[in-house]
């Protein structure tokens, strides 16, 4: 017995899944049913799901581009730097 029911998505996404799905010869609602057979048969989501990429706060953003134009030699790298653990200990208690 079929039934229908109603599922809500963001027009967008499901403008580019129908597209997608369509080049490889499948209709949004069959990429749904087959799914959801696949979620019964092997009792399991049947993909990975990944967490969205973290974006970097505005700080983090900068100083990571600070740190590679240091890098590039872009601007001056004025970093202190040690060769010893010795060294950094020393700085650091005001030596």
């Known amino acids: 017995m079929v039934t229908a029911s109603t599922t809500r998505f963001e027009e967008a ?9 369509k080049s490889m010869g499948l209709t ?10 696949q979620l019964i ?11 969205t990429a973290e974006e970097p706060s505005e700080h983090t953003r900068r100083a990571m581009i600070a740190a590679e134009a240091k ?8 970093a202190v730097s040690f060769s010893t653990a ?9 030596e």
Do not use: H
């Open 71 to 78: 890098e590039l030699g872009i601007i001056d790298d004025d």
């Open 28 to 37: 949004f609602n069959g990429y749904l049913n087959l799914a959801v057979k």
């Open 86 to 94: 010795n060294e950094a200990m020393s700085w650091l208690d005001g």
């Open 41 to 51: 048969n092997q009792r399991r989501i049947p993909f990975e799901i990944l967490p």
């Open 13 to 21: 996404d499901k403008s580019e899944a129908t597209d997608l799905l």
